[in-house]
């Protein structure tokens, strides 16, 4: 079973076909001008996943739509052979996803247990989940259950946008034991878990709890046990606290078997990337490097300083957290935000630490992110930093660098909110590699899937616009 690219609202289900064909030296130049993204030719095969295309050796792989390979092999030139199908949900302008990772995790909890618990953070990202399974499973019978008729029908409605209409019909209500025909998914309460036994497919199919605590009912248990050769699939909400006996009739129900699924996965983030030009400031020598670079081009340069703070001040959110270069950075901006706090995991003061700056860190300096609605941490001490609350992040660090290392300590906790996450960053024109650096982290948000967003970047450019920075 093989991941699932996009899940929104308003998708549609779509067959990808796994390719597989051997090219000659000169047909090497042709594919790869093919699949450059900018090339005219690349929109004859438009329908390619260019995340799943991979050209190693004398060999290609690749998944493209069905229907497009005689396409594909008129504009390449090679002869493709089919390998596998893999069923998605698709829609290519909304930017919902489940990682490819974790997309498959249910899927193979299915497969290889009979049953099994998925803990999900939302409503929503269950209900992906449960149509990646409708499409995934087109071979078994599915029943749906749900504690209340008002959320099952919520449930129902949410389900059948995420499917294409060629799977609406086999979505089948079951009202007081009634099945009003045959088909492929059976939606009903626990108390209509007594008339399952009538539908043929269902002993051998599998039962879907939304709720994984509805297996404490009665009903319920009595029913799965009923139940021979049925798979048991129980949805676990964060959100949801349990009572004691709640959690113990999940443990032997649905065993130990289980997997999580966060949103975001590993391709898009619920994060704004805003990029604000450092344009003021006096120029600095190209011989720069190393450390020296460091303090004159980010840790001291002061109008670079000036406009972190303005964009500080400038920034709305109830919760903002500058990253720091290093310590001496983060008490420079420390003295300009009179209502900061630096956040370090060692309270102790350097012996490398001026003593004009001890009382800034004396005061200032806090072991925890707890009640400060505004946060400066050294990017040395992002790791034991929690950001899970923070609604703006502005990156200072600079040359420091963006890497797969700040994007872990950065996501995780963002899946949490209703709105996306803020993470501002500051293109440097003073010095070629700052240019350079700041051209790479820009490129890392776009590779990562962060959104280019506009709210905040519009204020912060009125803000400055008002206030020009000199030297």
């Excluded at 004398?58 to 493709?80: H, K, M, N, S, W």
Aim: charge should be positive; proline fraction near 4%.
């Amino acid at each position: 079973m093989t991941p699932l690219p996009r899940c929104t609202p308003r998708s549609v289900i779509r067959e990808n076909r796994r390719l597989s064909a051997t090219f000659s030296a000169d047909q090497a130049d042709q594919l790869r001008s093919v699949f450059s993204p900018l090339s005219s030719q690349s929109a004859a095969v438009e329908g390619i996943e260019p995340a799943h295309i991979t050209l190693e050796g004398r060999e290609i792989d690749l998944y493209v739509r069905r229907g497009l390979q005689p396409v594909l092999e008129a504009v390449t030139g090679c002869e493709f052979s089919f390998k596998t199908a893999q069923w998605s949900i698709c829609n290519p302008y909304e930017a919902g996803y489940l990682g490819p990772r974790l997309s498959t995790a249910p899927l193979e909890l299915i497969a290889e247990a009979k049953q099994g618990v998925v803990d999900v953070p939302t409503e929503k990202l269950r209900d992906r989940v449960i149509a990646h399974i409708i499409a995934a499973f087109p071979s078994i019978q599915i029943a749906v259950v749900s504690g209340s008729r008002s959320d099952l029908e919520y449930t129902i409605r949410s389900i059948r946008n995420l499917l294409a209409e060629s799977h609406h019909a086999r979505l089948i209500p079951i009202r007081n034991g009634v099945v009003e025909r045959d088909g492929h998914t059976y939606f009903g309460t626990i108390a209509d878990l007594q008339w399952l036994y009538r539908l043929s497919g269902i002993p051998n199919g599998l039962i879907i709890f939304l709720d994984a605590s509805n297996i404490a009912h009665s009903w319920a248990a009595e029913a799965v046990d009923s139940f021979a050769f049925v798979r048991v699939l129980g949805f676990r909400l964060g959100t949801v606290s349990l009572s004691a006996v709640e959690a113990d009739s999940i443990d032997c129900v649905f065993g130990l078997e289980s997997v999580s699924i966060l949103p975001g996965g590993d391709s898009a983030r619920e994060i704004n990337a805003r990029i604000v030009n450092v344009r003021s400031g006096r120029k600095l020598s190209g011989d720069l490097t190393g450390q020296k670079l460091r303090d004159h081009g980010i840790v001291y340069h002061q109008s670079r300083n000036r406009a972190i703070v303005q964009v500080a001040v400038s920034s709305a959110s109830t919760s903002t957290v500058i990253v720091a270069a290093d310590l001496r950075h983060a008490v420079r901006l420390a003295k300009k935000l009179p209502r900061a706090e630096i956040v370090r995991s060692d309270a102790s003061i350097p012996h490398w630490i001026s003593e004009a700056d001890h009382h800034v860190i004396r005061r200032k300096v806090r072991r925890t992110m707890m009640d400060s609605t505004l946060r400066v941490v050294p990017l040395g001490d992002l790791g034991e930093a929690s950001l899970d609350q923070a609604e703006t992040v502005i990156y200072a660090a600079g040359t420091c660098g963006v890497d797969d290392n700040v994007r872990s300590i950065t996501i995780p906790g963002y899946w949490i909110r209703h709105r996306p996450a803020i993470w501002v960053d500051f293109l440097d024109i003073h010095h070629p590699e700052l240019r350079r650096g700041a051209k790479m982290r820009e490129a890392a948000y776009q590779r990562w899937g962060w959104l280019a967003g506009n709210s905040l970047e519009q204020k912060v450019a009125e803000y400055l616009s008002r206030r020009e920075i000199s030297r």
